[in-house]
C-alpha cells in the first residue's frame, strides 16, 4: 500500500544540489581569479615596466663594455712593433744552429755536388735559406732540388738560377737555391724510434754553438 504524504509543505532532500552549487561556484570564482591575473599582466603599464627594465639591463651591458675596453693598455706604436720585431730577428739569427743545418745538409746533398755558399735570412721568426752549390753535371744539381723537396725541414725549394763559374781551373756547373728552412721539423732520420743514445748530446752542442 503507498505511503501518503499529509504536510502542508513535503520534505524534500536538497543537500546534495547546494553543495554541487557551492562547489561550482568556487571553482568559478578561482578560474575567474586567474584570469583577472593574467589581464592584469598583459595591461600596457606592467609591460611597459618589463620593457624599462630589460632597456635599463642593456644600458648598463653597454656602459660595461665601454669600461672594460678602456682597461686595456694602450696599443704600441708600429715603431715599437717593428723594432721589436727586428730585435727577436737578431736574436733568433744568433741563436741559429749552424751544426743542426750542416748535419742535415750532409744527408741531403748527393755524391758530386758540393755546397759553395749557405746565407741564412731570420724574418718574423721565419728562416729563409739561399743555398748555392757546384756540381760537374747538370743532373747532380736537379737531383739536389729533389731532394730537398722530399724533406720536410726544407719547405718549398725552388731553383734560381743555374750558370757555370771555375773551380779549381775547370769549369763547373753553379746552382743557387731558395727555400724556407723550419729547424723544428723532424726529418725520417732523426725520428724519436730510430734516434740512439749519441743524439743525447746535440742540443748541448747547439746550445755551446749559440752562446759563442
Partial sequence: MRALNLATRPFRNEALPNLALAIGSALLVVVTAKHALVVRALLPDRTS??????????????RLRVEAGGLRGPAPSAALVTRWSQIKDLVD????????LLARLERVV????????????VHRGEVRLDLSAQAQATDAGFELLKRLQGHPEFRGPVPVSVGESAAAGESVKEFKYAMVYEPAAVPAEEAPASRGDGDADAPDAEAEEATQ
Avoid: M, N
Fill in 49 to 62: 615596466a618589463l620593457h624599462d627594465e630589460v632597456k635599463a639591463l642593456d644600458t648598463e651591458a653597454a
Fill in 110 to 121: 748527393p755524391e758530386g755536388v758540393r755546397i759553395s755558399a749557405i746565407t741564412p735570412t
Fill in 93 to 100: 739569427q744568433r741563436t741559429f744552429s749552424w751544426t743542426r
